[in-house]
């Protein structure tokens, strides 16, 4: 990011959920004046071909740039003990390479490992053979698949960012400020760590008690993340994902962001 332009800040259909359906989130980010977005697949009927052709005529007609697919981590057991339930997860990531390529999307955000699956047995190698796997599928297609760090999964603070990184796992990184925080990770020791390898921002504030706070009104300081994104050369924009049902919420929280120089 340059110091001498603005910020592209732009919205994720997540901070919209549940009460703007999927499809329906373009038209309300551009109303808002956002150019740039982020969509969330809630359910597992939103792959369907018919909804993908939907969502391409909605954001064509909006001028709008679909800069990620974000794909739920429960609709995929990659490490399931039922073999079908494997297949089925594989085919489903299939489908959201092709969404993602097809919609324009650089990447396809990932949660990855949770720890609840840590707990039942998962080991850390068969996850990165699984990265590995779905990285080079999703880079067959053009896509990039951006592991997103978050206090409930495994890649939650630096060193898992880096033991990804040291394996030669082909996936980028998405950094979440407010789901390092909640980790109790340094924020800006996961950007270092992600380095040239970032491909998305996630951003909403955070304070003890509190999650998902919209931009400026938790204890997290945005100033200095900023500075620590530009310092990796990072180029993409920053999407909003604080649930809001106001849009004034919105709207402020990009002019705060566009405000800071570093």
């Not at 071909?49 to 990659?78: M, S």
Request: with cysteine; hydrophobic share 45%.
């Amino acid at each position: 990011m340059s110091e001498s332009r603005p910020l592209v800040v732009g919205l994720s259909s997540a901070a919209l959920y549940p009460h703007v359906m999927t499809e329906d989130a373009p038209a309300v980010a551009a109303d808002l004046g956002f150019g740039v977005i982020e969509l969330y697949l809630q359910t597992v009927g939103e792959y369907h071909p018919l909804f993908l052709a939907e969502l391409q005529q909605r954001t064509y007609d909006l001028g709008l740039t679909v800069h990620a697919l974000h794909i739920d981590t429960r609709h995929y057991h990659f490490w399931s003990d039922y073999r079908r339930r494997r297949d089925e997860a594989a085919a489903l990531f299939a489908e959201a390479v092709h969404m993602a390529a097809s919609l324009g999307a650089l990447c396809i955000d990932w949660h990855g490992l949770t720890q609840a699956e840590v707990k039942a047995g998962v080991t850390i190698e068969a996850f990165l053979d699984t990265a590995a796997a779905l990285g080079e599928c999703a880079a067959a297609d053009g896509v990039v698949l951006s592991l997103e760090n978050v206090s409930w999964c495994w890649m939650r603070g630096p060193a898992e960012v880096m033991r990804l990184r040291q394996a030669g796992t082909p996936v980028g990184f998405t950094f979440d400020p407010f789901q390092a925080a909640e980790a109790q990770a340094d924020p800006l020791a996961i950007v270092a760590a992600m380095g040239d390898g970032l491909t998305n921002v996630h951003v909403s504030d955070y304070a003890p008690g509190h999650r998902h706070l919209p931009v400026s009104e938790g204890d997290l300081d945005w100033h200095a993340l900023l500075s620590a994104l530009r310092a990796t050369g990072y180029g993409g924009p920053l999407m909003l994902e604080a649930p809001q049902t106001s849009g004034e919420s919105f709207v402020r929280q990009r002019h705060y962001l566009e405000g800071i120089r570093a």
